[in-house]
């Protein structure tokens, strides 16, 4: 698993950018879900998706400051009663005090606090200077290129342990998720691979002259969440280095993934496994002006999704599917059955080469930047983002996969823009989730003080007893 990697400069996934040889192999021995969305476009909440099958609403983890209870089941958790070890290596940014949620353990600690830092109200109004993250200086030209960066030593520790944990695999069952943070940023690249990319050619985004007019509320209020109404990522040296280093960490990550592939090879594991490769959610790359994530727009929403192993029939699926979707394909490949019903579906008739039908996909965003309910339906080319009181944006992917028109309000959509906001409407309780986000605010804030000045912390600690390392007897 990726983190915040974008499809649409993979060469895997039919982009220009990133040189993803193994990834590529993996695409044409399995099958490719070329419409895969997250199911939020920012990290802790998608990932509370993946391991759940659950939707955020329903499990109130709302942004990057929010637990999920321990007591909703995952599929380590489904997996664990079907027999399967299982086991974490890498980041899943955890909040709160379960730091396994189902795994049988974890081979590292995460890159990031288990704590509620990063729980923040929204930006004060009158302030003009105000900004919630100063992300800008890591997109531009300046400070991106070869380099170090305590995520690549993360990263390094990561796939150290999950190739250890590979050669001395169990004799029995086990899942092994192997979970890197790159490509995120920063862009800080190790020289052979900045060396590969330093003098690349990539697209980069074009600009309608009225760009900013297109905007919408979600979108301002992450220019001005960033940074963005004042520091300057738009000029083609930034969007060309950012891109570049975006290139350079995604082959990094896609070596990564062969030397895993490779050590399955060697053990003889490889013809027992199945391999399923993603990340979180995407990467905007300053198109339509805008950085990281926290977005709807297919670059930050999208995500690359392949999988292969025994029993797969290979091909490509363009039906639309979630991250969310996985954790009811593991439960159903384990024999398994939830015990309370999924949000996601499972994927097997796919991976079987069975038609899979449609059903509406939703990503959300509610909490950090914005506090309010937002939505995206994805449904066939129909694609609908719901701001609460705000105005909507419609758009049709196949004739406008740049998100540039924005069909809302017009009376020959209406049909099809009633249908899409009823899924939203319908579905969810939305001054609820208005006023969980809120009230959990002040307490999430009180407890983070609180264990700042008793110095606690809640981030895994690994058993490194010297006593039970390498040669002791």
Known sequence: MADQMTPFMLEACGGSGARTANLSAMAARGVQFTTAYSPSPICVPARSCLMTGLSMSRTGCYDNGDPYPGFVPTFAHYLTIAGYEVVLSGKMHFIGADQLHGFTRRLNTDVYPAGFQWSYPLLDPDDPEAMAFDFAPQYQEQNIGAGWSVELTYDEETHSRALGYLRHAPEGPFMLLVSYTNPHPPNKVPRKYWNMYASADMPLPQYPVDMDARYSDFDRAFLRWYGLDRKLIRDDRHLLAMRRGFAALSHYVDDKLGELIAVLDETGLRENTLIVFTSDHGEMLGEKGLIQKRSFYDWSSRIPLIVEGPGIRPGTVGTPVSLIDIPATLIDLAGQ?????????????????????????????????????????????????????????????????????????????????????????????????????????????????????????????????????????
């Not at 039908?357 to 937002?374: A, K, L, Q, T």
């Not at 995206?376 to 129909?382: A, I, L, T």
């Not at 017009?410 to 609820?432: C, K, N, Q, W, Y």
């Open 337 to 473: 059955h939830p015990v309370r019903p999924l949000d996601g579906r499972s994927l097997m008739p796919a991976l079987r080469g069975e038609a899979l039908p449609e059903v509406p996909v939703i990503s959300e965003y509610h909490g950090e930047g914005i506090m309010r309910p937002c939505f995206m339906v994805r449904r066939g080319p129909w694609k609908y983002l719901y701001i609460h009181r705000s105005a909507p944006q419609l758009f049709h992917m196949e004739r406008d996969p740049g998100e540039w028109d924005n069909l809302a309000g017009r009376p020959e959509t209406a049909p099809i823009e009633r249908e899409l906001h009823e899924v939203v409407t319908s579905g969810f309780d939305l001054d609820f989730i208005e006023r969980d986000i809120w009230a959990r605010l002040p307490q999430k804030q009180l407890v983070n003080r609180a264990m700042s000045l008793s110095g606690t912390s809640w981030d895994y600690r690994v058993d490194t007893d010297p006593a039970k390392q390498y040669v002791r007897s």
